[in-house]
T-cell receptor
Framework: QKEVEQDPGPLSVPEGAIVSLNCTYS??????FMWYRQYSRKGPELLMY????GNKEDGRFTAQVDKSSKYISLFIRDSQPSDSATYLCAPRGLSGNTPLVFGKGTRLSVIA | KAGVTQTPRYLIKTRGQQVTLSCSPI?????VSWYQQTPGQGLQFLFE???????NKGNFPGRFSGRQFSNSRSEMNVSTLELGDSALYLC?????????????FGEGSWLTVV
């Protein structure tokens, strides 16, 4: 079993839809959970990160972590064509020097 | 505040050659990590440097090496290039704060091995 599993998509939604992106992970030592957005031929851009379980909201984006089921979600409200990108979840351990472990990413297309 | 700067952005090398990639982290960040991104394997961790010392290493062969300078700038080197080394190489700079570490990526160096 891979440490982080993410449905690669592609996921295609109409503009204005609510998008749900999900990851599962196997390592119970993960404590920080990052979401990155990557546009084509660009580096990943940090969207949000959460610590341990719970929700975190930032504008149209909400990150949710359920450590009991090892499930990570990112919700995008009122999706826009500019949200079309690959979304990568990346958990990591508590220690400051532990690397990110990335999912393969989900390709999202928001159609105008 | 300038972001993570990587050079060169694009390069083509021949099998057997070696390549050096450069990264300048965000000002004040002392930790620099390198990742390889390929369509098949996704993003994989290569190594991390902190204060000129390698602090962590991923599961890559010894042909992949790196170093960090006293100004936190970092370089990675790949020797005896193979076709499978064609990838996007990403440098990440870490902000270490009380609420945890946040990791920022550069735009990457696209390496094509022919």
């Amino acid at each position: 079993q891979k440490e982080v599993e993410q449905d690669p998509g592609p996921l295609s939604v109409p503009e204005g839809a609510i998008v749900s992106l999900n990851c599962t992970y196997s390592n119970s030592a993960f404590q920080y959970f990052m979401w990155y957005r990557q546009y084509s031929r660009k580096g990943p851009e940090l969207l949000m990160y959460t610590y341990s379980s719970g929700n975190k909201e930032d504008g149209r984006f909400t990150a949710q972590v359920d450590k009991s089921s090892k499930y990570i979600s990112l919700f995008i409200r009122d999706s826009q064509p500019s949200d079309s990108a690959t979304y990568l979840c990346a958990p990591r351990g508590l220690s400051g020097n532990t690397p990110l472990v990335f999912g393969k990413g989900t390709r999202l297309s928001v159609i105008a | 505040k300038a972001g993570v700067t990587q050079t060169p952005r694009y390069l083509i090398k021949t099998r057997g050659q070696q390549v050096t990639l450069s990264c300048s982290p965000i000002s004040g960040h002392r930790s620099v990590s390198w990742y390889q991104q390929t369509p098949g394997q996704g993003l994989q961790f290569l190594f991390e440097y902190f204060s000129e010392t390698q602090r962590n290493k991923g599961n890559f062969p010894g042909r992949f090496s790196g170093r960090q300078f006293s100004n936190s700038r970092s370089e990675m080197n790949v020797s005896t290039l193979e076709l499978g080394d064609s990838a996007l190489y990403l440098c990440a700079s870490t902000s270490e704060g009380a609420s945890g570490n946040t990791i920022y990526f550069g735009e990457g160096s696209w390496l094509t091995v022919v």
